[in-house]
């Protein structure tokens, strides 16, 4: 036993780092500076710890398990040709990194951080800059993307990337990041049962948070300001969006949500503030929007004529300029219990439920939909006139989209 | 010319009329703030208030004094004054004491409340309406003998400014709604003073429901320097070329 015990140490003398020292220490001032040189002499499970400074190497693929973790966010310069780290194996970490200018490649997605086809790797800790795709996810299962900031200056959509890029992928985790001026914030195609929770998502060029045929998500207490478009979710089912801030949304074409052809969703506790279209539905069906508020928009909801089974119960709808948009008089939705500060009936039985219904859609909101160049009359005294007049003899608006229970006080949300 | 300004600007201040409506706005403005939690809304409210009362009560009284003052006119006619002093003077009597009542009973609110941009546009823009609108009324007093006549037409100008004009604008992109109207949008709306001052408060308020294709073209244009520059130099057209209008008949007039 003894013997045995003494052949460990000597051995652990001789070449230390297999055996005991589970941290290779590579980088600058170290005997490895090569940071992929570490990573090819490391074991399994391995923590390569790279010193602060600054690197120019290059591409560093991982393919096998171990921790990759920078002290003092060692500066990895892509010099604007390489996709800085490839992650080819499962459990691998990679935390406390300033990943900086990869290449750009209109053939292959180039990332700061690539995950191939791999499953329970953790991304954590990072600092990402003028990449043209920060975190690119490609068929990959249980990975944890968490706490990084990324960021880039892009001029034009097609010239640039996504922050955190999800492609093929399941069960990923993706919390507390901070993206800012990329195409997209974050992006999810084909991606299935993933949470995305307390990300920040600002400034960028088309949407905040964009799915594609991801079914079975959800976005929980993000908040996505100043985007093209804060979320867009399309041809997706079952997702779940709650406690989100929807704000700044500005433009033309931008919307705090836009949702296309999806189904089976629920919007629950939301803030939409200040967007030029708080919530654009279009072909959608099956969604619950309870909880939410809407405040200071220029449209709240516009829901197009073919949304179905659309259920509009308990929100707030508070100083927008317009309550409720649509395109056609086919109502398939229920609007019940919200609270409308435009509501001027009365409560007579004081159940806080007012006695007439209220009809969110005005028809000057339907002029501007018809005609655009109509908003010259915003809030001029022929526009407040025909609005009254349409509320005692509803004929442009539909006849049926009308709250029956609408609240006299607004919702402690 | 300064004795005459001084002279009718006395005599409208003591008028009772004018303390009305100086009080009226000044109660309606202060409640306005006061009753909005927010004062931004308080700025809606009063807009629609500066955009039909200003122009009506500038215009209606601006001719009820025109005509309760012919004798007076004739006295000054008959003293060595030049008709284009006697007119002007008469001009800058009526616009500096309605726009002063304005300043008091809007204005003060305004800058105690609201003191931000779109205050600041407010209160321009209403003083600018109360100008105007005292020029297109003179105008209208010295093209018409008769009191009831002129009065009614000043009302009648009201209507189209207030109200019809902006049917028309309305059926008419009804008509041409083919064609794309929004740049030509920001044309028409330089033909009438209260759609324009709208525009100018209005982009400085409700950003986000302008904000349509619409909305960008106005604020590419409304929103710059060059265009606010642009707006108010078509405010003060639709001031001079009344007045200037009302000058000329005025010379020529057989009192």
Known sequence: ??????????????????????????????????????????????????????????????????????????????????????????????????????????????????????????????????????????????????????????????????????????????????????????????????????????????????????????????????????????????????????????????????????????????????NTIGIFADGSSRIEMEKNTFKSNGWAIRLQANCMDVKVEKNNFIGNSFDVGTNGSLVLNTFKNNYWDKYEGYDLNKDQVGDIPFRPVSVYSMIVEKNPPAMMLFRSFITSLLDKTEKILPSLTPEDLKDDYPLMKPLAL | MKKIIKYVIADILRNKIVIAYTAFLLVMSLSVFNLEDNTAK???????????????????????????????IELLVSQPLKRKTIWLSLFAGLALSLSLSFFIGAGIPILLYQPSATGIMMLGTGLLLSVIFVAVAILAAVTTRDKAKGIGKVILLWLYFALLFDGLVLFLLFQFADYPLEKAMVAVSALNPIDLSRILILLQLDVSALMGYTGAIF?????????????????????????????????????
């Open chain 1, 1 to 274: 036993m003894n013997k045995i015990f003494l052949l460990y140490f000597l051995l652990s003398l001789t070449i230390p780092c297999c055996i005991f020292a589970e941290t290779i220490k590579v980088g600058n001032g170290q005997a490895i500076t090569s940071i992929q040189k570490g990573i090819d002499t490391a074991a399994p499970g391995d923590t390569v710890l790279v010193a602060a400074g600054s690197y120019r190497q290059g591409n560093i693929t991982i393919n096998k398990p171990l921790v990759l973790q920078g002290l003092n966010y060692p500066a990895l310069d892509g010099e604007q040709k390489f996709e800085l780290i490839s992650i080819h194996s499962p459990y691998v970490t990679v935390d406390g990194f300033l990943i900086r200018n990869s290449g750009h490649s209109s053939m292959t997605d180039i990332s700061g951080i690539k995950i191939y086809n791999t499953h329970h790797v953790t991304v954590i800790n990072n600092i990402l800059e003028e990449n043209y795709f920060g975190i690119y996810s490609q068929q990959s299962k249980h990975c944890t993307i968490e706490n990084n900031r990324i960021s880039a200056t892009s001029i034009a959509t097609e010239l640039s990337g996504n922050g955190i890029h999800c492609w093929k992928s399941d069960s990923l985790h993706i919390s507390n990041n901070h993206v800012k001026g990329h195409r997209d914030g974050i992006y999810l195609e084909f991606v299935t049962h993933s949470l995305v929770e307390k990300n920040t998502i600002l400034n960028n060029l088309r949407y905040g948070l964009h799915f594609m045929f991801a079914h079975y998500n959800s976005y929980i207490n993000n908040l996505f300001r100043n985007n093209g478009a804060g979320v867009a979710v399309m041809y997706t089912r079952h997702v779940i969006m709650k406690q989100n801030r929807f704000e700044d949304n500005w433009g033309d074409a931008a919307y705090g949500l836009l949702l296309k052809e999806i189904s089976d969703g629920t919007i629950e506790g939301n803030h939409f503030n200040g």
């Open chain 2, 42 to 72: 308080g700025l809606l409210s009063l807009l629609n208030v500066i955009l039909l009362i200003v122009p009506l009560v500038s215009m209606v009284f601006a001719t009820i004094y025109m005509y309760n003052s012919a004798e007076f």
């Open chain 2, 219 to 255: 604020r590419n244009f409304f929103g710059t320097h060059l265009g606010i520059t642009l707006s108010f130099l078509t405010l003060t057209v639709w001031c001079v070329v009344p007045l200037w209008i009302s000058m000329r008949k005025f010379s020529s007039k057989d009192l």
